[in-house]
């Protein structure tokens, strides 16, 4: 199985539509941040932990579960470092690649020694618009698809098929 965590102050800050958005409304920009990444998990099947700092969500620690992400809130004297750092102890086994993402190089060189890999925002960023672009080419192909009966019927009845589908009469 494999484990992406990501430090989601960090994704914010380097990726352009987030960091434009953050500007306005922060709010606004950690709920698109969790969107992205639950796409991002509905086509590659990973497992994403997105980790928030304490020091702009006040109050106890907290977990929620959005999408099929799993979004981690720190206490307010935790860093989100010390808790992705956490994370990717307890995680990392012989059955479990974790990933880190995060261009946070003091961070990227402790996770190293836990055994963890990593994802600079960068290399996230664009997998993640690779994985949009390719979802649309998913799409598009679909609806080019034309679905064709087993049994040739003349079009004039396919539309009475259709009327009679729909209850027009």
């Known amino acids: 199985m494999i484990v992406l965590i990501v430090d989601g102050y960090n994704m914010i ?14 709010g606004q920009a950690r709920d698109l941040l969790i969107e992205m990444m639950a ?11 997105i ?8 109050g106890l620690s907290k977990k929620q579960q ?9 206490k307010e004297h935790e860093t989100a470092d010390e808790r992705i750092e956490k994370l ?26 836990q055994g963890a890999f990593r994802k600079s925002a960068r290399e996230l960023y664009i997998e993640v618009k690779n994985i949009e ?5 998913d799409v598009e ?3 080019k698809v034309h679905y064709q009966p087993k049994i040739p ?17």
Do not use: C
């Open 13 to 26: 800050g380097a990726w352009p539509e987030l960091k434009q958005l953050k500007e306005t409304d922060l």
């Open 39 to 49: 796409e991002y998990q509905s086509y590659t099947g990973d497992r994403v932990i």
């Open 51 to 58: 980790v928030f700092d304490a020091y702009h969500v006040k």
């Open 66 to 74: 959005d999408y099929k992400i799993e979004v981690l809130y720190t």
């Open 88 to 113: 990717a102890g307890e995680l990392n086994d012989v059955r479990t690649q974790v990933y880190v993402a995060t261009s946070d190089f003091a961070e990227q060189r402790t996770i190293f020694g």
């Open 133 to 137: 672009n390719q979802i649309k080419k």
């Open 141 to 143: 192909m679909h609806h």
């Open 153 to 169: 019927i003349k079009k004039e009845v396919l539309d009475i098929f259709e009327k009679w589908r729909r209850g027009d009469k």
